[in-house]
């Protein structure tokens, strides 16, 4: 006899400093599929969704004197595309329209049944494709060209000309990470959650070993590179080119 796992419980990270509603859905949810983490603030609202797997964010937009709205949208900035709805006592078309703008896949008024929330939380969560890990290959057929390289981000391939070039998991990561983001200068932190899913510790040289890595396969000189360029207080930059016609 097979012993069947129990499904995982669906992750959702609540981000509201009312207790009420905070007591409102640990009760009304107590026996549902989905386990509910709690943060009263940003800062814990951070860790927790750095420390954990979130399925999917509430986000009042009155946290801190609206600083929500500016989380979700640094959130959004740094390539998280966690599901999101966001909650607000103001139900002003304005405040949808601000809210959606910010990033959130839907936007409910306060005050909310629960089912209706769940309901909704079901509908997001169904309209969103499943991610696609840091390390996996893409989903559909997505190639750059630069320099002399060709890079088949669903064979998970590196060609220089007729030579293969081997990349590991991690580097290959961190170059999807940056040939998306083409001419746009990316933190530390942004590049950690592309390229791992998480953000790095503050004594964490792994991304910049990576970083270095991948310079010496690309760079004719790894000291003054071409294509992952450093931005001085900021991070790194993938500076393409046209490359070779396919």
Same mark, same amino acid.
């Given at each position: 006899?097979?012993?069947? &796992?129990?499904?995982? %419980? +669906?992750?959702?990270?609540?981000? =509201?400093?009312?207790? &009420? ?48 709205? !500016? ?8 390539? =998280? ?9 103001? &139900? ?23 089912? !209706? ?8 969560? #169904? ?45 290959? &990561? ?19 959650? +592309? ?20 310079? %010496?396969?690309?760079?004719? =000189?790894?000291?003054?590179? #071409? ?20």
């Amino acid at each position: 006899m097979v012993e069947q &796992a129990e499904p995982a %419980r +669906l992750r959702v990270l609540l981000v =509201d400093e009312d207790r &009420a509603t905070q007591a409102l859905l640990r009760e009304a949810w107590r026996d549902t599929g989905f386990e509910l983490m709690l943060a009263s603030d940003l800062a814990a609202a951070g860790r927790l969704h750095v420390a954990g797997r979130t399925d999917i964010l509430l986000v009042d937009t009155e946290m801190e004197h609206e600083a929500g709205l !500016e989380w979700c949208r640094r959130l959004r900035a740094s390539g =998280d595309a966690t599901p999101l709805i966001m909650l607000s006592a103001k &139900a002003t078309d304005v405040d949808r329209i601000v809210g959606l703008e910010a990033g959130a896949d839907d936007f409910l008024a306060k005050p909310f049944h629960p089912r !209706e929330l769940r309901a909704r939380l079901q509908a997001v969560l #169904r309209r969103r494709p499943p991610s696609e890990p840091p390390g996996a290959p893409a989903r559909s057929a997505e190639v750059i060209h630069f320099g002399p390289f060709e890079f088949n981000l669903q064979r998970r391939e590196l060609r220089k000309g007729p030579q293969s070039v081997p990349l590991t998991t991690g580097e290959y &990561a961190m170059l999807k990470a940056l040939v998306r983001h083409p001419g746009q200068a990316l933190t530390r932190e942004q590049l950690a959650q +592309l390229a791992r899913g998480r953000t790095f510790g503050p004594y964490d040289r792994s991304l910049d070993v990576q970083v270095s890595r991948l310079r %010496r396969m690309l760079e004719e =000189d790894p000291a003054h590179p #071409r294509f992952i360029q450093t931005v001085w207080g900021v991070g790194y930059v993938f500076v393409p080119d046209r490359g070779p016609s396919p």
